[in-house]
């Protein structure tokens, strides 16, 4: 099939060509003069049909190699980007509506995860470019989500469906983000607007402190190919995802229900440590990684497809932007 998509698409291969890769799908420019934005809204039906089949596309030497340009890529492409709001990770705006990477610590691993799956509403599509290489590391894995859930054993689906998932997040104890920034302003008010829309409970404690509370989905079905996936952050937030060291300290300082962020069954019952191993088990079963070149540009369906990032050494960019907001209320 790959071998023809240029015919089948009515693509010249005198411009692109396809690589052999399942996971991402690579598309080649065969000269860095191609007009990216030309090709996108050129192409859009060609890219939606190999992003829906294959969950990812890496496309290389399209000179797309800093923030402008990654906002230039996902402009043509949409004009649905969208703004960082309801924060899970410390981030820095770098063009219009595009944003550095996740900016934990090199030597922290982030693991498979759906861009916000633990609201209620979540960007479709992710675009990511290589700015900096890192000398060692700092890869992107990938996993296709219509793969891992079908080794999450029946019961452990069936369990989590049925209860849901709660998240417990407390803002302003100094070791995590404080809401002004999770929430990306200072206005009391503005916060809980956007909490009461989202169906989040909270309260106001002592010292500036804020507590959410919010009963999300598990599972989530794409609008378009109608594929169900496991589409949550409970192996992120539960504090299993902890160094053990880090974990008994966190809840011997502040308690299990304290700690900046939790997850347990919708009932408010806590989850297994066993049973979220298994479920990790399957991410790791069906990840895939690709050396980052800079330059490269990755879009990703973010129903089908999780992502993370491994250890590195040296110097790393990556850049963000996030398209096409899903409501899921």
């Known amino acids: 099939m790959k071998s023809n998509l240029a015919e089948n698409f009515g693509y010249e291969d005198d411009y692109i060509s396809f690589g052999e890769s399942i996971l991402p799908f690579e598309i080649y420019a065969k000269s860095e003069n191609i007009n990216i934005e030309s090709f996108v809204k050129s192409n859009r039906a060609m890219i939606d049909s190999l992003l829906y089949q294959y969950g990812a596309i890496l496309f290389k030497n399209f000179n797309i190699h800093n923030a402008f340009r990654l906002r230039e890529f996902a402009g043509a492409y949409t004009n649905e980007l969208l703004e960082y709001t309801e924060r899970g990770a410390p981030r820095v705006m770098l063009a219009d509506k595009v944003y550095t990477s996740t900016e934990y ?91 009461r829309e989202t169906d989040t409970q909270y309260e106001w404690i002592e010292g500036n402190q804020l507590r959410t509370q919010s009963i999300r989905q598990v599972v989530a079905t794409h609008p378009i190919t109608k594929d169900t996936v496991w589409f949550n952050h409970a192996h992120l937030f539960h504090s299993s995802n902890l160094p053990a060291d880090v974990r008994q300290y966190l809840t011997e300082e502040f308690t299990e229900s304290g700690l900046p962020r939790n997850a347990y069954y919708g009932d408010g019952t806590p989850i297994e440590d066993s049973i979220l ?53």
């Not at 700015?131 to 296709?144: M, N, R």
């Not at 895939?288 to 491994?310: E, I, M, P, S």
């Open 105 to 195: 610590s090199r030597k922290d691993v982030i693991p498979l995860h759906h861009e916000m799956s633990y609201s209620n509403n979540w960007p479709s599509k992710l675009f990511f470019c290589s700015e900096k290489v890192a000398s060692e590391g700092g890869y992107t894995p990938l996993a296709d989500d219509r793969k891992v859930i079908k080794d999450i054993p029946k019961s452990i689906k069936d369990r989590f469906i049925d209860k849901k998932i709660m998240y417990v997040r407390n803002y302003g104890l100094g070791i995590d983000m404080g809401w002004e920034e999770a929430f990306d302003t200072d206005d009391r008010a503005k916060v809980e607007a956007y909490l």
């Open 277 to 329: 191993d298994e479920i990790r088990a399957a991410y790791k079963k069906h990840t895939v990684k690709f050396d980052w070149q800079v330059g490269d540009c990755l879009l990703a369906d973010n129903f089908l497809v999780t992502h993370g990032r491994t250890t590195f050494e040296g110097e790393r960019r990556v850049c963000v932007a996030m398209a096409e907001l899903y409501k899921n209320y």
